[in-house]
């Protein structure tokens, strides 16, 4: 089709007087926001022309955080990211996976494309802590002390201590009936303070 052709501009344009189209109102994409997606945001290098939709609040996060990362280097925004998962107290360094497992990630945000990574994906609370998916052994460790992921630190230490007490020698008249299982706890401890967990 020539694109000067008449027919062409006809289709283009709006007719005058037609109705407006019924307005369906998108919801903000920020993950778990369902306010109105009023405001648009530009999703960045390699998608010039597309937008993202936010509620005010989110698109003035997600501006900040935007203006904020131009001109740093991917390392240093996978640091940011890593940081902001914590609260950005300072963190541990960087595991081995932790270019594989944002590769993972990118895109995982309800299937919104997000360069920057900024909208994250939703995490069960061990691997917030950790700021990546959870290892096998961290896994069976959160299990052997009678949790799963989603433990926080704290549920971590308070099942420790409680298991310890309750397992040790002196709580059971010195029988060493529990020894293995003691030092399974014990051991499953010392793998999560060895990953930064607690
Ligand atoms: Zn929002």
């Known amino acids: 089709m020539k694109l000067d052709s008449k027919y062409f501009d006809k289709i283009r344009m709006t ?23 009023r405001h648009k945001a530009p999703k960045g290098r390699n998608a010039e022309g597309q937008f993202h939709a936010f509620c005010l609040q989110h698109v003035q996060e997600y501006n900040k955080s935007y203006n904020y990362f131009a001109g740093m280097g991917d390392a240093s925004i996978s640091d940011y990211q890593k940081a902001s998962q914590t609260g950005h107290r300072p963190t541990w360094k960087l595991g081995e996976n932790a270019h594989a497992n944002a590769g993972a990630r ?83 401890y010392d793998t999560l303070r060895a990953s930064g967990f607690c």
């Open 15 to 37: 007719p005058r007087g037609s109705k407006p189209e019924p307005k369906v109102e998108k919801t903000c994409e920020w993950p778990g926001c369902e306010k109105p997606a």
């Open 106 to 188: 990118r895109g995982t945000a309800r299937n919104v494309r997000d360069p920057l990574e900024l909208l994250g994906r939703e995490r069960k609370p061990a691997e917030q802590k950790l700021g990546r998916t959870l290892r096998k052994n961290e896994l069976a460790a959160l299990q052997t002390l009678g949790l799963d992921e989603n433990a926080t630190p704290d549920d971590a230490k308070a099942k420790y201590k409680l298991l310890v007490k309750r397992l040790h020698p002196d709580a059971n008249g010195g029988s060493r009936a529990n020894e293995d299982t003691l030092k399974a706890v014990i051991q499953a």
